[in-house]
C-alpha cells in the first residue's frame, strides 16, 4: 500500500474528513483553507505522542487514536474556543492495515464526538509519532488565557480529579481492579472527553482557565505566575470520582488528585459571583480553593492551615510531564 492509497483510505475517505463549516478545502490539496467569520480569532495548539514516552508499545490502537485527537482538541476548550478541525502528521514503523483501521476509527470517533473535522496532515515512516495540531474559533478577545485571575476569586475544577492517574497502573498492566472501579477510570484515561461547551460557557465569566493535564498543582502553577496571584488550594474540597474514592485509600487519592496528569478537566478562576448561576445552568462548577495576593500554589487543609512540609511533597510530583513517562523513568 503506498502512500496516497494509505492517505485515502484510512484517512480521506473517513466520515471525519468530509466537508464541513468552516473548512473550505479539506484533505487533497496543499493546504487546507478555513474560513473565519469576521470578529472572529484562529486558536492554534500542537501536541505530539511518542511511542515509549507518551503510550506504552502495548497499546491500542484504537484507544490511540481516541486519546491522542481529545487530548489535543482539550487545549481549544481550555481557550474557551469553538471546534473547526485538525491535522494529523502520522509518523510509522509500517503501513499495518489493521492497525491503520483501528486507528483510524478511534480517531473518527472522537472526531465526531467533538464535532472536529480532519484537514490535511503528512505520512512518514520511522517509531509511532502522532502529531495532531487542532485549530478552533474564539470571539476576537474572548479567550480565556492564563493571565486575568484576580484577587479574590475562586478557583474552580470542572470535573473530579486523579482518575487518569489513577489508572495508569492499569493502564501499564503493574495491577489489577474490579471490573466496577477499572472500567470507569480506564475510560477516563483513553477517552477523556474535552470540555468545549464547558469553556465556550466561562469566555466572559472566567478569568483565567487551562486544562489539566500535568497535574492540578503543577498546572495552577501557571495561572498563578501568568497572573501574578497566589492560588490557595483546600485539600478536602477536590472532588474525587467515585472509583477513586473507593479503591485508593484517601492520602493516595489526593496525590492523584494534586500531581496525577492527564485529567484534561478544567481548571479555572471566576468571582465567587458567577459560581451559583454557572452551577443552575448545569455545569460542572466544584469550588476547590481561592485567589489571594502572592505567589505560587498553596495547599490548605480545611481548617485553612498551611499543610506541613512532608504534605507538600507533593510538589514533587507536580509538573513531571505525562506521566506515562514514568514507564520508561525518562
Ligand atoms: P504535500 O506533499 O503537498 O505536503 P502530501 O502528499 O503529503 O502533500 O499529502 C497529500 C494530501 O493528503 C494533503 O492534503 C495532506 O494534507 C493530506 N494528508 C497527508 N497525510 C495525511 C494524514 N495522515 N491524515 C490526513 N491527511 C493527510
Ligand atoms: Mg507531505
Not at 137 to 162: E, F, I, K, N, W
Not at 298 to 303: G, K
Amino acid at each position: 500500500m503506498g502512500e496516497f492509497e494509505l492517505i485515502r483510505r484510512y484517512f480521506a475517505a473517513a466520515p471525519c474528513a468530509q466537508p464541513g463549516e468552516g473548512v473550505v478545502q479539506g484533505i487533497g490539496d496543499d493546504c487546507a483553507l478555513l474560513a473565519l467569520a469576521a470578529g472572529e480569532q484562529l486558536a492554534v495548539s500542537t501536541d505530539t505522542l511518542v511511542i515509549g514516552v507518551h503510550f506504552p508499545h502495548t497499546c491500542d490502537a484504537f484507544l490511540l487514536g481516541q486519546r491522542a485527537l481529545a487530548v489535543a482538541t482539550s487545549d481549544l476548550a481550555a481557550m474557551g474556543a469553538a471546534p473547526i478541525g485538525f491535522t494529523l502528521a502520522l509518523t510509522l514503523p509500517q503501513a499495518d492495515a489493521d492497525w491503520l483501521q483501528a486507528f483510524a476509527t478511534g480517531l473518527n470517533q472522537m472526531a465526531q464526538a467533538c464535532d472536529m473535522r480532519l484537514i490535511g496532515g503528512d505520512t512518514t515512516r520511522g517509531p509511532l509519532t502522532l502529531t495532531v495540531t487542532v485549530f478552533g474559533r474564539v470571539p476576537a478577545g474572548q479567550a480565556l488565557t492564563r493571565a486575568g485571575a484576580q484577587v479574590g476569586d475562586v478557583l474552580c475544577v470542572g470535573g473530579p480529579l486523579g482518575d487518569a492517574a489513577a489508572a495508569l497502573p492499569l493502564v501499564l498492566n503493574q495491577c489489577t481492579a474490579p471490573a466496577a472501579i477499572a472500567e470507569p477510570l480506564l475510560a477516563r484515561y483513553w477517552a477523556p472527553e474535552p470540555q468545549l461547551a464547558f469553556g465556550q460557557a466561562l469566555r466572559g465569566k472566567a478569568t483565567a482557565a487551562l486544562d489539566i493535564s500535568d497535574g492540578l498543582l503543577a498546572d495552577c502553577g501557571h495561572i498563578a505566575l501568568a497572573s501574578k496571584v497566589a492560588l490557595h488550594i483546600e485539600r478536602e474540597r477536590l472532588p474525587l470520582s467515585p472509583a477513586v474514592a473507593a479503591w485508593l485509600p484517601q492520602e493516595k487519592a489526593w496525590e492523584c488528585a494534586l500531581s496525577g496528569g492527564d485529567d484534561y478537566v478544567l481548571a479555572f478562576t471566576v468571582a465567587q459571583a458567577h459560581v451559583a448561576q454557572l452551577q443552575r445552568d448545569g455545569w460542572p462548577v466544584t469550588v476547590i480553593g481561592r485567589v489571594v495576593a502572592g505567589n505560587g500554589v498553596h495547599l490548605l487543609d480545611s481548617a485553612g492551615h498551611s499543610l506541613a512540609p512532608s504534605s507538600r511533597g507533593y510538589l514533587h510530583f507536580g509538573g513531571a510531564g505525562d506521566s506515562t513517562k514514568q514507564e520508561n523513568g525518562t
